[in-house]
């Protein structure tokens, strides 16, 4: 059995997308963010950065979002995490692209427009929100020429880059930026939104 700790932002649904896409066993903690749960002695000894979301395997932790999902899809052999080198060098390509580009853009604006207006921590700043959306754009459009040659981010087969990516998109409708200009990626994004795993995970903030 897995025990995911975590709160309901995109690094914590990611993995949930991924536990719930493997169909694998799990308890979900919800972290209270707000209330300072994940500072408490207890939880700093699962992860010492004070940080969600923590997967507790067997009396182990593990943190960092990407290494969580890559645990869990390693746990057996299965398409979400395909064995062939190159094609998994892919995967993490397009994870690390999110990590480190596009979702580190997505974040930042989110941050900047709906945690800051959530924890009453005062206004977007606009210096950052304009770099955020001056390197979005084209990112954009690199994902979504990817997205013209497959059904999905690595050819025709749902992997964990979908899951972590979509984690990473859907944040655009709370900020209410349209994907009509990027239409591979539109359609990608409706289809991966209506799968199950999506659903069920989501389920535990209703
Ligand atoms: N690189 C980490 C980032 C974890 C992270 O920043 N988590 C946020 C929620 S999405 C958090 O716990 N924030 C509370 C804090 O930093 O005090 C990962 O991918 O897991």
Known sequence: MYKLHGYQTQNNKKV?????????????NFVNLFKGEHKTEAFLKMNPLGKVPVLEHDDKYLFESGAICRYLANQESNSLFPEDKFQRALVDQWMEFFTNHLGFWLNTLFYQKVIKKMANLGEPNSEKCAEANKFLQPQLKVLDGDLEK????????????????????????????????????????????QRDSIKKANAHFN
């Open 150 to 193: 497959g059904k999905y981010i690595v050819g025709n087969e749902l992997t964990i880059a979908d899951l972590v990516a979509f984690a990473y998109i859907e944040q655009m409708d709370a900020l209410e930026m349209s994907l009509s200009d990027y239409p591979n990626v539109l359609k990608w994004k409706e289809e991966i939104s």
């Open 16 to 28: 949930l997308y991924v536990v719930e896409e493997l169909g694998l066993p799990y308890e979900f």
